[in-house]
Nanobody
Framework: QVQLVESGGELVQAGGSLRLSCSVSGGIFIRTTFAWFRQAPPGTEREFVAGINWNRNGVRYADSVTGRFTISRDNAQNMVYLQMNNLKPEDTAVYYC????????????????????WGQGTQVTVSS
């Protein structure tokens, strides 16, 4: 079972930047697709933000973050990152790192139910 631990969330002013990190352990990092989801307010459906497959040639972003956020992964360090620039108040949410192992050649999934490993989340708050 893969364990995911997020970090890097904090309070930031609109227009600022943050870098979220996801440390991965307990499983096979290679061949696993990872994604960032966010949830706001609590209890609502988790929204896909960005995802990346194991060899980095498949990357997907939500329209709302395209051009502002960048997802990356370090297969040697078992880390996944989300660089967030030009943050807006509507980016305020709990951000979750998630992973799953897709069938070969499948694109990055954007639906949360496809992912079977989740971190505990990290709070990002953007003030106006």
């Amino acid at each position: 079972q893969v364990q995911l631990v997020e970090s890097g969330g904090e309070l930031v002013q609109a227009g600022g930047s943050l870098r979220l990190s996801c440390s991965v352990s307990g499983g096979i990092f290679i061949r696993t697709t990872f994604a960032w989801f966010r949830q706001a307010p609590p209890g609502t459906e988790r929204e896909f933000v960005a995802g990346i497959n194991w060899n980095r040639n498949g990357v997907r972003y939500a329209d709302s973050v395209t051009g502002r956020f960048t997802i990356s992964r370090d297969n040697a360090q078992n880390m996944v990152y989300l660089q967030m620039n030009n943050l807006k108040p509507e980016d305020t949410a709990v951000y979750y790192c998630a992973g799953y192992r897709p069938a070969w050649g499948r694109p990055v999934a954007t639906v949360s139910t496809e992912y079977n490993s989740w971190g505990q989340g990290t709070q990002v708050t953007v003030s106006s």
